[in-house]
């Protein structure tokens, strides 16, 4: 062995030494952690740039080698945790978004059955004011066929008592007129009569006239 190599063999065998501790934290510690934890990670890849840059000083390339691979293995870990983060922001995102379509579909559905449910019940309501006016144009058309029918009874009624009044005003006029008739008659019957009384009685005392101037020459004759 070279003496020059003694300080360097030292020199390892003193940073094997030191490194016990961070090793024992390693296997003791993070070994209990998943291998994609960002603690467990920034822990590896410290220790494995520390064991890379004093393989490289030292002029160990075993450590220099298990340390630039344990930077590696850190990194590719990292990376690929990185990545699961993002697809599962992505996939978070996804779900935040279908979520939110979901939602969105859902109050769209019940909007859409509370619209539905709106336009039936102002359909129903609708109908029944339809309903309610029909009845009341076909209750005012009714009072007001009944108050036609009315008039038209009352009119007739008054037609009837007129025609009845104008008949029985015939009728009275008809008597009124026969017995003035009658009265006429009578009259004129009774001034007949009279007439006749008053000729008879002229002619019964020219009768009684001539019976006298006949006695009355009869006595002369006899006396002369």
């Known amino acids: ?36 934890t960002p603690a467990r ?15 490289s000083v030292l002029g160990d390339v075993n450590l220099q080698a298990s340390g630039t691979a344990l930077v590696d293995r ?36 019940q909007e859409a059955h509370e619209t539905r449910q709106q336009e039936t019940q102002e359909a129903r309501r609708a109908a029944r004011k339809r309903a309610g006016d029909a009845a009341e144009n076909a209750q005012q058309r009714t009072t007001a066929l009944k108050q036609e029918a009315q008039a038209a009874a009352t009119q007739k009624a008054s037609a009837v008592e007129a025609a009845r009044k104008d008949a029985h005003e015939a009728i009275l006029a008809d008597e009124r007129t026969v017995v003035e008739g009658a009265k006429a008659t009578l009259e004129a019957a009774s001034d007949k009569r009279g007439t006749a009384a008053a ?24 006396e002369s």
């Open 74 to 109: 850190s990194d590719a870990l990292a990376g690929a945790a990185r990545l699961d983060a993002a697809a599962d922001a992505k996939r978070e995102k996804a779900d935040a978004a279908l979520r939110s379509d979901l939602t969105e579909a859902v109050e769209e559905q």
């Open 1 to 36: 062995m070279n003496i020059v190599n003694v300080p360097v063999v030292i020199l390892r065998l003193q940073y094997r030494l030191a490194r016990l501790p961070l090793q024992l934290i390693e296997d003791r510690v993070m070994t209990r952690l998943d291998e994609d």
């Open 199 to 222: 000729k008879r009685a002229r002619a019964d005392r020219v009768e009684e006239l001539a019976e006298t101037e006949k006695a009355n020459r009869q006595a002369e004759r006899a």
């Open 41 to 55: 990670l920034f822990y590896e890849r410290s220790l494995g740039t520390l064991d890379a840059a004093v393989g």
